[in-house]
């Protein structure tokens, strides 16, 4: 459910977009009643004109830009999930992410960046785990960054330009982001450019089997009852393997890279896994299609298939990967890594 600040900045947004000569004083006011200070109001003007005016000059040359129009989807999709993200799906998530937290050095970091916050779920862990650090999120959806519990630093960008000096973060996380972009490789080239020389990225990321199982049991079953598609905006396979993220890692810069994958235990609940699965994203939007009898049979057939996957849990799981990897100390040299080493269990040290 939208907030009325958020419905009100909407209304707002599309009047200036569709039909700017038509504003008036009311709006204005409609905002201040949404409590929206004078200086915000400003601002979001000039966010709306500025987004306006770079839209239509490359509409105008006929520019592509898939890469930003999808961060913009991405970015519009989790506006609209916030509150069910926060409430349903991010909680599943955390627990696995914390699990990055023994890789990296946290405890010695300055400043922590958190990329693709989200809802800022694992700020609380991340400022008791770096007691020094300050830790900023970093997301793409405004929607979400709203949510962020106020006291933390937050900022809107896009990961692959982050608005940020070279060399400022001792420690990033990327926590079940990294499937969104379009192009992985630039993101993480950003993310070593933002480190300290020295300074250590994790990345979290699905591997192939909870949400492979979870995905295409979903997605078959609402083509068969008939929902209408729409296009996902993830693709996990370029690094659900250890040696795939270990890859990119070194390709990126990063030097001692280690990766590993590990099991996780949402096979004994993997109804309320993909309950939560459909609350938000791509999946919610193709079940709201469907109404009526499709959309129960498509349910029980959902739950069905689920049970039968359950009980066929492959015997060494590899729910999700994970990865570290340290910006190089000298910033002259690309080096790749001197050598990656994938695991099943994580490394020591
Ligand atoms: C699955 S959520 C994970 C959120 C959080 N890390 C967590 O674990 O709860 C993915 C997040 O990445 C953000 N994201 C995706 N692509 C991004 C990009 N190019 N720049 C910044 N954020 C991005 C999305 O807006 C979303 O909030």
């Not at 040359?61 to 991010?90: E, F, K, N, P």
């Not at 914390?98 to 700020?123: C, E, I, K, N, T």
């Not at 008939?226 to 890859?247: F, N």
């Not at 359950?310 to 060494?316: D, F, S, V, W």
Request: proline share 4%; aromatic share 6%; charged share 25%.
């Amino acid at each position: 459910m939208m907030s009325s600040r958020y419905r009100a900045l909407c209304r707002y947004a599309r009047k200036v977009t569709l039909s700017p000569s038509d504003i008036e004083e009311q709006d204005i006011e409609d905002m201040r009643d949404a409590n929206f200070s004078d200086r915000e109001i400003v601002d979001a003007n000039g966010i709306i004109a500025y987004y306006n005016y770079a839209n239509r000059v490359a509409s105008g040359l006929g520019v592509g830009v898939a890469q930003d129009s999808r961060m913009g989807r991405v970015a519009s999709r989790y506006s609209i999930d916030a509150g069910r993200y926060r409430d349903l799906w991010g909680p599943l998530l955390r627990p696995l992410s914390l699990r990055l937290f023994d890789f990296l050095p946290l405890a010695q970091a300055g400043r922590v960046l958190d990329l693709g916050s989200g809802v800022g779920l694992l700020l609380e862990d991340l400022d008791r785990a770096a007691t020094l650090s300050a830790t900023v999120a970093v997301d793409c959806s405004v929607g979400m960054l709203e949510l962020v519990p106020r006291g933390h630093q937050r900022a809107a960008m896009d990961a692959h330009k982050l608005g940020v000096a070279a060399e400022s973060f001792d420690v990033a996380v990327l926590a079940f982001m990294l499937f969104h972009s379009a192009d992985a490789g630039s993101c993480l080239r950003e993310v070593r450019r933002v480190l300290k020389p020295g300074g250590s990225v994790g990345v979290v990321t699905w591997g192939k089997d909870l949400i492979a199982t979870v995905d295409e049991i979903v997605a078959d079953e609402l083509d068969v009852h008939g929902a209408l598609r729409v296009s996902a905006l993830g693709s996990y396979d370029i690094h659900d393997t250890p040696d795939k993220l270990a890859e990119l890692l070194g390709a990126a810069g990063f030097t001692a890279v280690r990766s590993w994958a590990e099991g996780c235990d949402y096979w004994s609940d993997l109804h309320g896994f993909a309950d939560a699965r459909m609350s938000v994203g791509q999946f919610r939007i193709r079940l709201g299609t469907l109404t009526g009898q499709p959309r129960s049979l498509c349910i029980d057939a959902i739950h069905r298939r689920l049970s039968e996957a359950g009980a066929r849990r492959p015997a060494i799981c590899s729910d999700i990967v994970l990865g570290v990897g340290a910006s190089p100390v000298s910033r002259g040299l690309h080096r790749r890594p001197a050598q990656s080493s994938p695991h099943l269990t994580p490394p020591i040290g």
